[in-house]
């Protein structure tokens, strides 16, 4: 039985963030820590007090972890970032509503004794003799610990606390990995026993010592269960200083799902319940199980339930059926036509396309919108918002004028549009199966459920709605949030991208409503549009022209696809074992491809000769101390050949976003190998010695725990059936006394029900057939979690608490 323990966090918005710059604004951005590990930086957003950056992070943990925090940084693009300020969470103050956290946090100062981390690995004796009570504190070593000095390390030594008497260890220079290995013992008179306290500082020559943990242990646990094991350091015992906020806030949103997930088999039956339902007739859906966990799914949860089944079924090779499945229950739910062009359903169950099309999307926008932001051209045809200033000098006769740059504007948007609308238009064989299917059966569901004349058009809208409205516009008007950039638009990009969005959306419309609207000012591209809603009906009736016979799911996926580049790229390499050249010259840029089989380089993209890492040999994937090489961004992979011997390479990243995905990605990749390690080394074994911990023996125990939290995208989440059918199973759970009220208890006691619902009996009964079954596999599946969780506390050993 494996724990599955994933945290969402988003992060919307800030305001009122104070200004660190000269031009009295900042250019803030966010970094997110869990526990000791930095696993994403948002982007920077220019030039503003209430930046707004909508970026949404999963991090699996596979693991508990304890705490999470955001600092909000000004980024300096000459010296060092201003820390603005910093959100702490515990995992009990997430967890306080099922529902997570929702809300404006302000943001606190960020104090040196607040900033702790790493953990302290102790053994604890309490005797008694003639001469009073006596505890041994054997003080072993420490890990990640915070530095402290401007070369990335600590001189770090232990102060003990215990009955009135304290004893310090020894300080050992320039390690956040110290081995003391040393006993402290301090005598008490007979009486009470009282707490133990043990601190650990970083001592400086100069000035006072600066605080880098603490743990302390209450009377109880010192004579019932006396301390051994690793421990994490915690700060300074006192309540975090609220700012009031001064110094602005952030609007965030947080939820942590923990979840017990049971072998495979375990689910067979619940999986076949849901896969046999996008396989039945059409006629039949009204009745299926899928319908009736729609039926009693709450609403908070109903996009994510959404989400899980798309990944669920994309999984076994169905998404095609279960979209078109999808797309059959919102057109059916339809009342008038005008839904289907507003894209009602595609925030629901059709937006879920973005899933499995997603890859789609990259192909046919990112050369356009790649070149929109390295122009960087100014473009405005609002005579409001028009600024002569800004505007690129057209005639050496002095500042253009409205004319001149509304027809220079005219001749940049058409020139991106037609780039965009010839990549959409020219699609069709890009575009994924299942979305294929899905839009086919939109086509003929709508047709049917809008036979009338004056409905003619409605076959094109509702495909083009979504297809635009909600696929295309909103990925040309926010790139980062679909993967298209690493960085949000300037503010002179972003008005570009918001004019090309609405020119994207009222070609969406066919045309349709030009003119209405009271930007009257966006006639000069009508023409174009219009020319251009030939072409994209044209292409529609291509896009649908799809074997209905041909496999609409595509095929079964795994985990990781071993032919599926998840990650490619530049990077820098360190050469192996380089004898006696200077740090700087001992990495070479290689270009890497990571794929589900193998880590591959070679010398540029076009390399033939490449040299290759199996992906299986994987052993571990961690960063690097910046001061191992004095580079930052470093990254190690550690493999294992086949005679057991370690090897590590190490790959440098040009930022802080790179390292991360890069690290999400190779740890994805090596998500099932067996024999990962526990620990390894995060510096280097430079001069006879680890950097790190100062161990003089190249093949000394790894000094640093190893990490296995994967951030991952909306589109990119590696599949894992089990979990998400735990999620499906969980979903029911809430709904259990609903689905018995509605379809079994309800429906004896009333017999007017048929009547009161319009449902039809033999509509009616298949539900309650459905719901039974249902209620049926819920109850294995209770018997299935009691006994194997019976099973996992017999296993438990007495021992210390885990890190």
């Known amino acids: ?188 008179t007979p009486g009470a026993l009282t707490p133990l306290r043990v601190e650990l500082w ?164 990112k050369p356009v919108v790649s070149r929109i932001f390295e122009e960087k051209k100014y473009v405005e045809l609002d005579p409001c918002k028009m600024d002569l200033g800004r505007a690129r000098r057209i005639s050496f006769k002095g500042a253009p004028s409205e004319d001149q740059v509304r027809e220079s504007s005219l001749g940049l948007l058409t020139g991106y549009l037609g780039a965009i609308v010839d990549a959409i238009v020219g699609s069709v064989g890009c575009c994924p199966p299942a979305m294929r299917h899905a839009f086919k059966q939109l086509r003929l569901c709508v047709a049917e459920r809008f036979p009338q004349a004056e409905h003619q058009d409605v076959k094109y809208l509702a495909v083009s709605g979504f297809l635009f409205l909600r696929f295309f516009a909103p990925a040309i008007l926010t790139p980062k949030l679909f993967d298209l950039r690493d960085q949000h638009a300037d503010p002179q990009t972003s008005r570009s991208l918001l004019l090309l969005a609405k020119a994207v959306q009222s070609i969406g419309n066919l045309g349709q409503q030009l003119g209405q609207g009271k930007e009257l000012w966006m006639a000069p591209l009508h023409p174009f549009l219009l020319q251009s809603v030939s072409r994209v009906r044209a292409f529609l009736d291509q896009l649908v022209d799809v074997d209905g016979d041909e496999e609409a799911g595509g095929p079964v996926r795994a985990l990781v696809p071993p032919s599926v580049t998840l990650r490619e790229g530049y990077l820098q390499k360190r050469k192996e074992e380089p004898a006696g050249l200077a740090t700087r010259f001992a990495f070479k840029k290689r270009y890497f491809w990571l794929s589900g089989e193998e880590l591959a380089c070679a010398k540029g993209p076009e390399g033939q000769e490449r040299s290759s890492i199996p992906v299986s040999h994987i052993r571990a994937v961690e960063r690097v101390d910046e001061g191992a090489f004095q580079l930052p961004h470093v990254m190690q992979v550690v493999t294992q050949d086949g005679a057991g011997a370690l090897h590590t390479t190490y790959l440098q990243c040009k930022n802080v976003n790179e390292l991360n995905q890069w690290l999400s990605a190779l740890r994805k990749a090596s998500a099932p190998n067996q024999d990962k390690l526990a620990a390894c080394h995060p510096g280097a074994f430079r001069g006879g010695r680890w950097t790190c911990c100062l161990q003089a023996e190249r093949p000394a125990a790894g000094c640093s725990r190893t990490h296995s939290a994967i951030t991952l995208g909306d589109w990119s989440d590696p599949l894992d059936p089990d979990a998400e059918t735990q999620m499906v199973y969980r979903q029911l759970l809430l709904g259990r006394d609903q689905l018995r009220m509605k379809f079994l208890e309800d429906s004896s006691l009333d017999p007017d029900l048929e009547e009161d619902t319009g449902t039809c009996p033999e509509v009616l009964a298949r539900q309650r057939a459905a719901a039974a079954r249902l209620l049926e596999v819920l109850e294995d599946l209770d018997h299935a979690h009691e006994e194997f969780q019976g099973q996992g506390q017999g296993k438990v050993a007495p021992g210390p608490p885990a890190p």
């Open 202 to 365: 970083d001592w400086d020559m100069v000035g006072k010592n600066d605080f880098l943990g603490m743990v302390e242990f209450p009377p109880q646990t010192l004579q019932q269960k006396p301390p051994s094991g690793w421990f994490r350091l915690l700060p300074l015992s006192s309540a975090e200083e609220d700012s009031g906020g001064s110094l602005g806030a952030l609007r965030l949103k947080v939820r942590l799902s923990e979840d017990r997930v049971l072998p495979s088999g375990r689910y067979q039956p619940l999986r076949a319940l849901l896969l046999d339902a996008v396989r039945a007739p059409a006629e039949e859906d009204t009745a299926s199980p899928l319908a009736v966990l729609e039926e009693v799914a709450s609403g908070d949860c109903r996009g994510d339930l959404a989400t899980t089944l798309v990944k669920l079924f994309l999984g076994q090779g169905l998404a095609g059926p279960l979209l078109g499945y999808l797309t059959r229950r919102e057109v059916a739910r339809t009342s008038e036509w005008p839904a289907c062009l507003s894209g009602a359903g595609s925030a629901g169950a059709l937006g879920q396309h973005r899933l499995v099309g997603m890859r789609y999307l990259h192909e046919v926008l």
């Open 1 to 188: 039985m494996a724990k599955s323990s994933s945290l969402n966090i988003r992060v919307v918005e800030g305001r009122a963030l104070p200004a660190k710059d000269v031009s009295g604004s900042s250019d803030p951005y966010c970094l997110v820590k869990v526990d000791d590990e930095v696993v994403a930086r948002t982007a920077t957003v220019w030039r503003s007090l209430s930046p707004f950056w909508g970026e949404e992070y999963t991090v699996h943990l596979p693991l508990d972890f304890h705490h999470l925090a955001l600092y909000v940084l000004d980024e300096d693009t000459v010296g060092h970032d201003d820390v603005i300020g910093k959100i702490s969470l515990s995992k009990e103050a997430i967890t306080a509503d099922p529902r997570g956290i929702d809300s404006w946090i302000n943001l606190s100062p960020v104090h040196p004794d607040a900033e702790v981390q790493g953990e302290i690995c102790l053994a604890v004796q309490v005797q008694e003799d003639a001469h009073g009570r006596c505890l041994r504190c054997h003080v072993l070593q420490a890990r990640d610990l915070a530095p402290r000095d401007i070369s990335g390390t600590s001189d770090p030594f232990a102060r003990v606390f215990w009955g009135g008497q304290s004893a310090e260890t020894s300080t050992i220079k320039k390690t956040r990995f110290p081995h003391w290995n040393e006993v402290l013992e301090l005598r008490a």
